[in-house]
């Protein structure tokens, strides 16, 4: 499935005053737009990194017709929006919850799942067309509180890292790797092939 997202996150998952305390720069405004930056950023790099969505977004994701069962590996997914094809005749037509399909969110931590209703088959879908399957879904925590700690720890290491280090290379420094904190809790959240 080839995802896109659609409807961007419109919370963070931590307040500016965290990330100021953790980056030692709360009581100062004069960063506040460069660590709001850096949050955003740092909040996106955590999420591919860990192969999660942190905040709430919208996104379809499309395949080329239907599988046995659709499986999204965007999670958390929350909402499972509309499941929508263009058939063998070129129209488009949207499935219908429960007598077309159910869904298995149930996972949290897992993929979401998609299968025919019990008793039907997905319908065939227009053969040579690429997308012709579009799912519209809500994946991500619904509240900063929803986040784990782990994650929002990981974000403000990643913040407080690049606003001290905002070149792309530090001259007459031994390097020393801060990489192995966030490998560790990164792979506390990881949604990978080790769960």
């Known amino acids: 499935m080839r995802y896109k997202q659609t409807v961007a996150p419109t919370l963070n998952a931590l307040h500016l005053d965290e990330v100021k305390a953790h980056a030692g720069v709360d009581g100062y405004d004069d960063y506040d737009n460069l660590l709001a930056t850096l949050r955003d950023r740092a909040t996106e790099a955590v999420g591919k990194r860990c192969g999660r969505q942190?905040?709430?977004?919208?996104?379809t994701g499309t395949m080329d017709g239907f599988p046995a069962e659709i499986l999204i590996d965007k999670v958390p997914v929350t909402e499972i929006t509309t499941v929508a094809y263009t058939d063998d005749a070129g129209d488009a037509q949207t499935l219908?919850?429960?007598?077309?399909?159910?869904?298995?969110?149930?996972?949290?931590?897992?993929?979401?799942?998609?299968?025919?209703?019990?008793?039907?088959?997905?319908?065939?879908?227009?053969?040579?067309?690429?997308?012709?399957?579009?799912?519209?879904?809500?994946?991500?925590?619904?509240?900063?509180?929803?986040?784990?700690?782990?994650?929002?720890?990981?974000?403000?290491?990643?913040?407080?890292?690049?606003?001290?280090?905002?070149?792309?290379?530090?001259?007459?420094?031994?390097?020393?790797?801060?990489?192995?904190?966030?490998?560790?809790?990164?792979?506390?959240?990881?949604?990978?092939?080790?769960?």
């Open 96 to 195: 219908t919850p429960v007598t077309e399909f159910q869904t298995d969110l149930s996972t949290f931590d897992g993929v979401a799942r998609i299968k025919p209703a019990y008793g039907t088959t997905f319908p065939t879908t227009l053969s040579g067309t690429y997308g012709a399957v579009v799912v519209t879904f809500k994946a991500g925590y619904l509240t900063a509180a929803a986040v784990p700690d782990t994650i929002k720890h990981e974000i403000n290491m990643l913040i407080a890292h690049w606003f001290a280090q905002r070149e792309g290379v530090v001259v007459g420094s031994i390097s020393s790797n801060i990489p192995a904190g966030l490998e560790m809790l990164s792979s506390l959240n990881d949604t990978g092939a080790y769960q």
């Open 54 to 59: 942190i905040m709430s977004a919208t996104y």
